[in-house]
T-cell receptor
Framework: DQQVKQNSPSLSVQEGRISILNCDYTNSMFDYFLWYKKYPAEGPTFLIS?????DKNEDGRFTVFLNKSAKHLSLHIVPSQPGDSAVYFC?????????????FGSGTQLTVLP | GAGVSQTPSNKVTEKGKYVELRCDPI?????LYWYRQSLGQGPEFLIYFQGTGAADDSGLPNDRFFAVRPEGSVSTLKIQRTERGDSAVYLCASSLTQTSNEQFFGPGTRLTVL
């Protein structure tokens, strides 16, 4: 049972345009959501997060939107740059037990074309 | 180098052999996590340490997998009697405390079992 789903394995966008990456989740216990960015041969790096009590968080070119009723979140990148080309992972986090465990989606490969 | 480091970066072994993968977390981070990322998938949680103790090992696939963190800093993931299905990238992450939302990832160890 995939608790976090990223249904688009890849996305291509022209430089300067908006990139929208989508993520759906099923676990209602998630109280925090994070987006990680991963370049080849590197570990994921934290990009932006949002608490489940909010519906939007913005950081520079990156904005994350959360729709709790639809169990859906999205990452918007405006304007997109070639350096944004990477795999983007959505993750849900729950406080269960003694750990804040991350549950990742399968990722979306974003390619920004110059 | 203030980030999480992992050694080796690549490990090729034969089926049935024993391997050890090492993780050096960020200095001062008390929480340490191991994840496994198979091709085309997001990272999957394996085990979490708070200090020296394994606080949550619910993600370990079977008893061939074991991890230690004897002094509360460096951690070693140990895999006995390796199988071809163990081939994956093994990622280590650390966070300042067990309640910190952001986890910092290392570059991973790519394990190939022939």
């Amino acid at each position: 049972d995939q608790q976090v789903k990223q249904n688009s394995p890849s996305l291509s966008v022209q430089e300067g345009r908006i990139s929208i990456l989508n993520c759906d989740y099923t676990n209602s216990m998630f109280d925090y959501f994070l987006w990680y960015k991963k370049y080849p041969a590197e570990g994921p790096t934290f990009l932006i997060s949002i608490s489940s009590i909010k519906d939007k968080n913005e950081d520079g070119r990156f904005t994350v939107f959360l729709n709790k009723s639809a169990k859906h979140l999205s990452l918007h990148i405006v304007p997109s740059q070639p350096g944004d080309s990477a795999v983007y992972f959505c993750a849900g986090e729950s406080p269960g037990g003694s750990a804040r465990q991350l549950t990742f989606g399968s990722g979306t490969q974003l390619t920004v074309l110059p | 180098g203030a980030g999480v480091s992992q050694t080796p970066s690549n490990k090729v072994t034969e089926k049935g052999k024993y391997v050890e993968l090492r993780c050096d977390p960020i200095s001062g981070h008390t929480a340490l996590y191991w994840y496994r990322q198979s091709l085309g998938q997001g990272p999957e949680f394996l085990i979490y340490f708070q200090g020296t103790g394994a606080a949550d090992d619910s993600g370990l696939p079977n008893d061939r997998f074991f991890a230690v963190r004897p002094e509360g800093s460096v951690s070693t993931l140990k895999i006995q009697r390796t199988e071809r299905g163990d081939s994956a990238v093994y990622l280590c992450a650390s966070s300042l405390t067990q309640t910190s939302n952001e986890q910092f990832f290392g570059p991973g160890t790519r394990l190939t079992v022939l």
